[in-house]
């Protein structure tokens, strides 16, 4: 069977832009953010966000 690219491209859209897949996009962009900013070594992030770090139970700051 062959599949017409535009049926298949209606379908990647569909997907793509259903509620779930934009629920976990985001909840992995708040990961990644909140990631890098709690691990971050720049020093006016890293200053900035120190009393965080040890007031998080599960993160470890050194």
């Known amino acids: 069977m062959m599949v017409s690219s535009t049926s ?8 793509t832009l259903s509620v779930p ?5 985001l909840a992995s962009l708040c990961a990644l953010i909140l990631w890098t900013l709690y691990f971050s070594t720049y020093p006016p992030v890293h200053d900035a966000l120190h ?8 993160v470890a700051c050194h």
């Not at 897949?21 to 996009?25: E, K, P, R, S």
């Not at 009393?51 to 599960?58: E, F, L, P, S």
């Open 8 to 15: 298949l491209w209606q379908r990647t859209k569909q997907v």
């Open 21 to 25: 897949v934009q629920v976990a996009l």
């Open 51 to 58: 009393a965080t770090r040890h007031g998080t139970a599960a």
